[in-house]
C-alpha cells in the first residue's frame, strides 16, 4: 500500500520567514496530494491540493509543488504569521481508491 | 468543522466496557470515514463507508465494527475498549476518491 513519509515532525520560523514542508510517497499510481492544517483542538481542514497533472499550484501564501519523477511534493508557506502555527499534514490518494494516507505532521511555530 | 458533528467530545472508558462513537452530516456526501489520530503516528485510517449500506476496512480496523444505516449516520463501536485504543478519533466525509476530506472536531478517548 500507500507509505507518505513527511519531514520535518517540527519546524520554527521568524515571523515574515518562508516554511517549507516535504513529503515523498511511494505508489506511482497516486494523483492527489492535499495538505490539511489542523489547529489545537481542532479536526484538520484543507488549505491547498493538487493532482498528478499540474506541477504547482498556488493560493496566496500558500503553494504546492509536485514532482511526480522524485514522488515527493513540498508544501510552501511565504511571509508567514502568527497564525500559521498549526500542525501540517500531507495526505496522498490513487484514483478510485477512497483511501487517504497520511502524513505523520509537521508542527509549525511562528516565532514573533 | 460545519457540516460534520461527532458526539461525545469527550469519554473515558475502563477496560473492557463498549461504547458507540456517532458521528452525522448534513452535507450530504456519500463517503465518510473514521480516522484515530495519535502522536507521532499522524492519522489513520479505521473504516470507511463509500455509500449507505457498504463498509470498507481501512489500515487499523481490529476492535471496531462500524455501521451506516443512512446517508446522514456513521458510527463507529468499541464492543470491549482497550487502553490502546485511547486516542482521538475523527469523523470526515467527502465526494470520493481523490476528493477534499472535512473533518469533524473530534472525540477524544482515554481508556484506562
Known amino acids: 500500500g500507500e507509505n507518505v513519509e513527511q519531514h520535518p515532525s517540527t519546524l520554527s520560523v521568524q515571523e515574515g520567514d518562508s516554511a517549507v514542508i516535504k513529503c515523498t510517497y511511494s505508489d506511482s499510481a497516486s494523483n492527489y496530494f492535499p495538505w490539511y492544517k489542523q489547529e489545537l483542538g481542532k479536526g484538520p481542514q484543507l488549505i491547498i491540493d493538487?493532482?498528478?497533472?499540474?506541477g504547482e499550484k498556488k493560493d496566496q501564501r500558500i503553494a504546492v509543488t509536485l514532482n511526480k519523477t522524485a514522488k515527493h511534493f513540498s508544501l510552501h508557506i511565504t511571509e508567514t504569521q502568527p497564525e500559521d502555527s498549526a500542525v501540517y499534514f500531507c495526505?496522498?490518494?490513487?484514483?478510485?481508491?477512497?483511501?487517504?494516507?497520511f502524513g505523520t505532521g509537521t508542527r509549525l511555530t511562528i516565532i514573533p | 468543522n460545519a457540516g460534520v458533528t461527532q458526539t461525545p467530545k469527550f469519554q473515558v472508558l475502563k477496560t473492557g466496557q463498549s461504547m458507540t462513537l456517532q458521528c452525522a452530516q448534513d452535507?450530504?456526501?456519500?463517503?465518510m470515514y473514521w480516522y484515530r489520530q495519535d502522536p507521532g503516528m499522524g492519522l489513520r485510517l479505521i473504516y470507511y463507508s463509500a455509500s449507505e449500506g457498504t463498509t470498507d476496512k481501512g489500515e487499523v480496523p481490529n476492535g471496531y465494527n462500524v455501521s451506516r444505516l443512512n446517508k446522514r449516520e456513521f458510527s463507529l463501536r468499541l464492543e470491549s475498549a482497550a487502553p490502546s485504543q485511547t486516542s482521538v478519533y475523527f469523523c470526515a466525509l467527502g465526494k470520493g476518491s481523490s476528493y477534499e476530506q472535512y473533518f469533524g472536531p473530534g472525540t477524544r478517548l482515554t481508556v484506562t
Open positions: 493538487i493532482r498528478s497533472n499540474v
Open positions: 495526505a496522498a490518494s490513487t484514483a478510485g481508491n477512497e483511501k487517504l494516507t
Open positions: 452535507m450530504n456526501h456519500n463517503s
